[in-house]
Every structure is written in C-alpha cells, then in structure tokens.
C-alpha cells in the first residue's frame, strides 16, 4: 500500500495504490490523512487531484471492519479534510468505484471519469446504509429522489449516466491521470475555486411526501423484512432539513444500528462465506489446477445446454454432445433462443452472441470431443446410463482429462467404479437454470486427485459461479437438507393446508419460492423420479413423499403441462389456485388415514425449517461439508434462503440451538422418533451450551 503526493506545476497529485482492488482501509486512510496534511502546508497550490493506480478507483470500504469498533467518525474527518480545502479538488476516476470509493469522491469538489466507469453505493444489500457522507452529499449533487433509487436499487450506473444524473462533471478521453491533471488546470486558470457539496442545500421538490411514499413501497417490495432501506430512506430524507455537519453525525447514528443488526450480521456473513468457500483444507501444498482449455457436455437438454452456456460465455470453447440429432438440433436450439433473448434483452450485443454461438458446436460421437480438457456428463439421474457413459468416455478422454457427473444425488463412488480412472472422477453439480444459478457443487470422491478437486474449484471463477465442496452422500449438501424440508410441507398439504397457505408463509418468512411452487417449476415428476429409484435411502415410511406422487399420478406435471400444485395458463407463470389439486391431496390423504390438522404460521415454518437446520448440522458433524459456512452458501446461492437470514446454519445459531432442539422435540412427541431425531451434535452443544460459530472457531485452532 503507498500514498504518494506529487506537486506538478502547482498541481498536487494524490495517487493511492492498494491492490488488488484499492479498498480503503485503516492503512490507506492514515496515508490519506498525512497526504492532506502534506498539502494543507503548501503555498501557491492551483489544485489537487486524487486517483488510484491499477484497475479502478476506490472500490469501497474495508468490510472486513464492520465487525470492529466504529469507523465512520474517521472517514467522516478524513473526507471532512478534503471537502474543506482551499483550492479545487479533482477526484479522477476508472473501474469500479462503489460505496465508500464514491463517497470520498463527493467530498472532492469536482469529478472526472473516464468512459464505462461504474459508480454505486450497494451497501443495503449488506444490510448497512452508505456511513461516510453518501446519504448527505448525494442528494445536494442530484436530489433525494434520484439519490435513493441509486441507494434502494443497488445497482450501478455508468459515467455517462453519471454524468446524466449530475454527479459526474467530466468525462475524460484517454488516460485518466493526465486528463484530470488537465481539468484541474483548466479549472484553476478560469479561476474556479472550491465547490464543497456539504454547502448545497438540497431541493426539497425532490423530498415530497409522494416521492418518500413511492420509494418506501419500492424499498418493502424489493426487501422484504428489511430494514436497511428504511434507514437509508430516513437518513437522506433528513439531507433536506439537517445542515451536513449533524446529516453526518446523524448518518452514524443510523449505519452504526444497521451494523449491530442480524439483518447485517447475516448478510456480511454470506459476503464472507462465498469467498470462503475456495479454500479447501488438506490438499497438498502446490497442487496447481489442470488447464481447461476445451470442455465437453454430455446431453443437450436444458441442463446441459445451460452449461455449455456456462463456458462460452467463459470464452472456453464446448462441444455439446447428444445421441440423438434431433436432440442435439432441439438443444442448440434453445442455447441459441436463450442468446437471442438476452440480445433482445440489451444484455448482449449481435456480435456478442455470435462470438458465444460460434464457441458452441455439436457432436454425436464422442471421439470429436477426444481433446476435451473437461468432460461433463449432464443426462437425467440414472445410475445405469450414467455409468455406461462413463466407461465409453474412458475409452475415448484423453489422460488427464477430468471427468465429471452432474448428478444431483446419486452415489459418485459408484459411477466411478465404470472408470479405470477414478482419481479423475468428481461431481459437478450445476443448479437449474445452470446459465444464471450461481451456486456449484463440487463433490469429491474418496479417490479424487488434489488436482482434480482444485481444477473444478478454480474452473468455477471463469464460469462465474461460487463453488462450495462436498463429499458423497445421498443429495450431497443441498438436495440432503432439502428432503426434511420438503418432507414435512407435503405432508401439512396431506394433512389439509393448502398449497398457497403453505408457501406463502415460507416466501411471507423470506424464501424466494414456496417449496410446492419450485416442485411445480422444476417438473413434478423429477421428484418423483428422484424417490421412486432411491426408495432403499427414505425411511419406511407409507406416507413418505405422497403429495407428489397424487399429483403426479393424475397426470399434472407442474408449469409444464398447466397443472400442478397449482394451475398454470398457457404462456403465464402465474400460480393460480386449482381447487382438483386439493382434491386430489385430500384423497390421497384419506386413503392413507392422514388426519386432518390445522397449521398455525408457526407450525409451518418450524416444521419446514427444523428439519432442514437439523440435517444441515449433521452433515457438518459428518464432515460432508467442510465448515458451517459452506452450508449456508449452498442454501442462500442455489435455494432462495434469505441471504438476511445467513443461511441455516447461521440462523439456527440466530434462534439458539437449544430454541431448535426443544422444537425438534416437540414434534418428535407428537409425530414420533421416525424424521424427528435431532442430530448428535445438535445435543451435544445445547448440553454443553455453545453455539455452532463456537464449536467452528474451537475445532480450527
């Protein structure tokens, strides 16, 4: 980390580097608070400027510190120091400059960027509201309308946006440092002196009651159960009436709660949890990842079109395997419709999709993939099939090659056993829709190579997804957790709560989809499918799984066919109620002598979610995970729990175990010892009274 200060011709520049993405954190602010110092003792300065080497301005502040005492009266005074200079100060700017990166350059007098630049203040989504002047400077540049859908949205905007909205002044062709050293120049010689933002006043016709109520109702809808965008409302509300020496102190009154909220907890949480995630313990030290230079997908359906997505859009040239030219055409097909609606969609340009098509090609024979760095194997979950692939791929892949399955849940071990290669072999778990769900399972065998693990672990970065490590075992992590969960949901359906009542209540408490409604969407019959073949894995249990099988078995296939859980129109999402699906649950229910029960809310989400916090534990205790965290990951990147929850794990120590085991209990007294044992080392810790973060923190020291 360096802060130099250079004076050009009566110019000082400031450049900052802290790589890799120039965080501001306490190094960089006590070079900062010397370098202003530096030039509060100069004479004759003309201007200053302020910029960053390597790829992008100031990406933000140092999250690693929200854990720590509050910083926000520092980078108040640091900020304070650079708005009260005497002469005009430049802030230039490239890359990505988000939170506190933007709020420093508010304090600058003047804003430069070059072309394509991104500026946001993203903090909400970490449950935290902008802590070092963004809630008051903002809305003095573009009012606070424009301030919170920049702040509620969380997204992004561009220089030339920027430039739009009134918080960018110049927009610098060509190298950023010389441009800016020239529009300091040019602001000095036309005589230009300080324009200090916190000596605005903000327009109030940009704080009506109107404006407040519509952004209120955004922010409820967008974030349900959460509370960091109401703050962030309130804090800039008050920039219209508060002078901005209390707007700032009043700020840090509202971040500092944030912070100490589960909602923040729990999202920095998950922030921190997914760059966890690639650190895999024990491999050996060294290990380097095999080179992919050329991918090959087994089977043209919707999950392996998806990943074949997944890599061109890498830039890794695929090849798209099929049996059939039918399928294989179907297939390409559809990768090619799901290009053509982003095109349409303005996410990608004509030439963008063309050079993505064009890495894409199919095949019907697998020796035109014999070069392939990586197989991938994505056919539907049949043991069989899957293990009559591989053994043809031995013959074909060529050493070293990585041999993976997609499998959802079935036994690895075992389909490697077709292989004469089994230190090749590990699961590569994508989630549906494989092109835009973030989450990837990579499940290691007992006879995986190190290599073989850190390639797809590292393989994950340039296919843009977050990769969480897992053992064998029936549904590895996520599908595992998931049978409790989904157990207990048709079971209340069997038992006389609608469908609607039960996922409304799941997606009321923060799930992005009510269970029965993601059975709908995903095809009923591959639930079905899943039990059926792994029927030897469930408990003995007559009732077992039943709902999906009424439904499957009077012909409602889900969103697919119109008819599920729910009823579906033609071309429309939309859940209806189907009062036939009810019947048909009620007889079900009848023929298996299920009586009928009343569900409070409480019920419902105990019973859903108990389970799944139980299971998530034992497979922490089992060593199937690598740590607690990795747990959440899976749940809150490929399952829609709410990241403001922190993932099972992280919520069940939010309740308290003890909270857990006595409920676990309660409906092991009512509906008996079957699916209610809680786990070992649940027990354990509630008996010894520590939490799951205890028990992580004592096993790794």
């Not at 304090?107 to 809630?135: M, N, Q, S, W």
């Not at 747990?631 to 922190?646: E, K, L, Q, S, T």
């Not at 205890?694 to 096993?699: D, F, H, L, P, S």
Request: proline share 5%; hydrophobic share 45%; with cysteine.
């Amino acid at each position: 980390m360096s802060v130099a200060v250079v004076v050009e011709d009566g110019i000082a520049v400031v450049t900052v580097s802290n790589p890799p993405v120039n965080t501001i954190d306490a190094g960089v602010r006590e070079g900062l608070s010397k370098a202003v110092g530096e030039i509060e003792s100069m004479k004759g300065l003309k201007a200053v400027v302020l910029l960053c080497e390597g790829s992008t301005f100031f990406s933000g502040a140092d999250i690693g510190e929200f854990a720590g005492p509050p910083k926000e009266e520092e980078y108040r005074r640091l900020f304070n120091r650079f708005e009260a200079l005497s002469v005009p100060v430049v802030a230039g700017m490239h890359g990505t400059v988000m939170g506190g990166g933007l709020e420093i350059a508010l304090a600058c007098h003047y804003r430069a960027a070059v072309p394509g630049a991104r500026f946001g203040l993203p903090e909400v989504t970490l449950g935290i509201i902008p802590g070092a002047g963004g809630t008051q400077r903002l809305p003095r540049l573009i009012g606070v309308e424009a301030t919170l859908d920049l702040i509620i949205g969380a997204r992004p905007v561009d220089t030339a946006k920027a430039i739009e909205l009134g918080f960018i002044d110049r927009q610098i062709e060509g190298d950023i440092r010389a441009g800016s050293i020239a529009y300091a120049r040019e602001l000095a010689a036309s005589g230009k002196g300080p324009r200090r933002t916190g000596e605005m006043k903000v327009d109030p016709a940009t704080a009506t009651d109107e404006i407040i109520a519509r952004v209120t109702a955004q922010a409820k809808k967008q974030y349900r159960n959460r509370q960091a965008p109401l703050t962030a409302i309130e804090a800039v509300r008050a920039s219209v009436t508060m002078p901005l020496a209390r707007g700032l102190e009043y700020e840090t009154e509202l971040v500092n709660g944030a912070k100490a909220t589960t909602e923040s907890k729990a999202l920095v949480h998950v922030f921190f949890a997914e760059r966890e995630t690639r650190k895999v313990p024990g491999l050996p030290e060294g290990t380097r990842a095999r080179p992919v230079k050329l991918a090959a997908i087994i089977g043209a359906g919707t999950m392996g079109g998806g990943i074949a997505i997944c890599f061109a859009n890498a830039g890794i040239p695929v090849i798209l395997l099929d049996a059939d030219q039918a399928a294989l055409d179907r297939g390409l097909g559809v990768v090619d419709k799901t290009y053509e609606g982003m095109v349409k969609r303005g996410r990608l340009t004509a030439d963008d999709k063309a050079r993505r098509m064009g890495l894409i090609r199919g095949a019907l024979d697998y020796a035109e993939a014999k070069d392939a760095d990586v197989w991938i194997e994505a056919v539907y979950e049949n043991v069989a099939l899957k293990k009559k692939i591989f053994a043809a791929l031995d013959k074909v892949a060529k050493t070293g090659a990585v041999l993976a399955t997609n499998t959802s849940t079935l036994d690895i071990e075992d389909i490697a056993t077709a292989v004469g290669r089994p230190q090749d072999m590990i699961g590569m778990h994508f989630f549906s829709p494989a092109n835009v769900m973030p989450l990837l399972e990579v499940v290691r065998t007992s006879q995986t190579a190190p290599d073989v693990i850190r390639t797809a672990m590292d393989l994950a970065r340039p296919l843009r997804k977050t990769p969480v490590l897992a053992r064998v075992c029936y549904g590895f992590i996520g599908n595992r957790m998931m049978e409790g969960y989904a157990r207990e949901a048709e079971f209340m359906a069997l038992e006389g709560a609608t469908p609607r009542r039960i996922d409304s209540v799941l997606e009321d408490w923060g799930m992005a989809m009510g269970i029965l409604a993601v059975f709908d969407m995903a095809g009923i019959e591959v639930g079905v499918s899943v039990h059926k073949s792994n029927a030897d894995k469930f408990p003995p249990d007559p009732n077992y799984y039943q709902a999906d099988f009424a439904i499957y078995e009077a012909g409602r296939l889900g969103q697919k066919n119109g008819k599920g859980y729910y009823r579906y129109e033609k071309g429309d999402r939309t859940r209806y109620d189907d009062p036939e699906a009810v019947e048909i649950l009620r007889a079900r229910a009848a023929k298996l002598g299920i009586r009928p029960r009343e569900h409070t809310e409480q019920e419902i989400l105990e019973r859903c979610l108990y389970p799944l916090l139980n299971e998530g534990i034992r497979i922490l205790e089992e060593g199937i995970a690598v740590r607690a965290s990795d747990i959440d990951v899976v749940w809150a990147a490929g399952y829609g729990f709410p990241r403001y929850r922190g993932g099972p794990l992280f919520y069940a120590d939010t309740i308290g175990l003890k909270t857990l085991l006595d409920g676990i209990l309660k409906y092991r007294g009512i509906f008996g010892p079957m699916h209610w044992e809680p786990a070992p080392l649940l027990v354990k810790l509630v008996k010894e009274g520590r939490s799951l973060a205890e028990w992580e923190q004592a096993r790794r020291s």
